[in-house]
């Protein structure tokens, strides 16, 4: 799952995600979460007609979602999917509901992505903002993997998945 706020930091996610996905010919699916701005400022919706606007933010929506997903993604499959509501609530039901191997994000400050990291049991890779555009980093063969721990219980869930990902990558 990659969801995507369409933002330079997603875009660096996103070839990580279709990187993985690359390796046993999986699917990547791309989910951007709109939220209801009129339910947090009501006032508003008495100045715009709301199904129009509505229209247009789906339009926006889907033309982004087309620029996002890659032209040439090799075997890998790519699913668009379009949830509404509270970010890190959609990605984690997503991610629980499609049943997903792995969430790919982009983590600029960080806040919806610890939050998905918190509500989901799956796996979440967070690619730092600061991450080189993805034509300069050596993303056709990851070889060194870090791996944080404290030796607690709940570590153990990375250990065992760092080690599974050691002969995917060689």
């Given amino acids: 799952l990659f969801p995507t706020d369409f933002s330079v930091n997603g875009d660096k996610a996103l070839a990580h995600a279709v990187r993985i996905a690359d390796f046993d010919n999986g699917e990547v ?5 709109v ?14 007609d709301v199904h129009e606007l509505q229209k247009f933010m789906d339009g926006y929506v889907t033309a982004q979602m087309a620029k996002v997903v890659p032209k040439d993604s090799g075997k890998v499959r790519i699913r668009t ?3 509404k509501g509270k970010p890190a609530d959609e990605i ?28 989901t049991g799956r796996p979440v890779l967070a690619v730092s903002a600061n991450q080189p555009a993805a034509d300069n980093v050596g993303l056709r063969k990851l070889t060194r993997i870090l791996l944080g721990t404290d030796f607690s219980e709940h570590s153990k869930g990375g250990v065992q998945y760092a080690f599974d990902l050691k002969p995917i990558f060689g």
């Fill in 29 to 33: 699916i791309v989910q951007h979460v």
């Fill in 35 to 48: 939220g209801n701005y009129f339910e947090k400022h009501p006032h508003w919706a008495t100045l715009f």
């Fill in 81 to 83: 999917l379009i949830s």
């Fill in 92 to 119: 984690a039901a997503a991610a629980d509901g499609e049943a997903v191997d792995l969430v790919v994000m982009g983590s600029a400050k960080g806040v919806v992505t610890n939050k998905v990291i918190r509500m």
